[in-house]
């Protein structure tokens, strides 16, 4: 299991966005947002990840989500990008989510934004969903939230 310094280090190699992709997403946030929930609701199994929470929790997840990532973009720094990640883990599993739904949920952003951006631009953000979905055990060990 990696550290919370090791996993920082392991961030600071994500390669910096563009400022022109970061427009691009930050002009289709809501197009994101609506493609990602779409695809997370229309999971049968959508409520196992979710517990027993209403659909409104997830949904306002994603757009904190979303938020988040084009402020990471734009303003790179790995301990806020680590120190968050692990936050949401501890909170959402608190709330009854699943660590799965973390595992889903990346494969979902990342399909939303190969949907909705250019094909230059996805390339430059799916890095950062690669990578988390790379270290979702990682986040969830260190989040002791299994």
């Not at 120190?83 to 399909?111: C, M, Q």
């Not at 631009?121 to 950062?128: D, L």
Request: net charge negative; charged share 25%.
């Amino acid at each position: 299991m990696k550290t919370p310094e090791d996993l920082i280090k392991s961030a600071e190699q994500l390669k910096q966005i563009s400022e022109e992709t970061v427009n691009a997403y930050a002009q289709k946030q809501k197009q994101i947002i609506a493609r990602t929930n779409d695809l997370l609701l229309n999971l049968e199994n959508i409520h196992s990840l979710t517990g027993e929470n209403d659909e409104s929790k997830m949904i306002i997840n994603h757009t904190n989500h979303v938020r988040f990532m084009e402020s990471i973009m734009r303003n790179f720094n790995p301990e806020v990008f680590i120190n968050t990640i692990l936050w949401v883990y501890r909170a959402y599993s608190k709330h009854g989510f699943d660590p799965k739904y973390w595992e889903v949920a990346f494969n979902k952003y990342d399909e939303a934004v190969k949907d909705i951006l250019e094909k230059d631009a996805y390339a430059e953000i799916s890095g950062y969903y690669s990578w988390l979905r790379k270290n979702h055990r990682n986040f969830v060990a260190l989040s002791c939230v299994d």
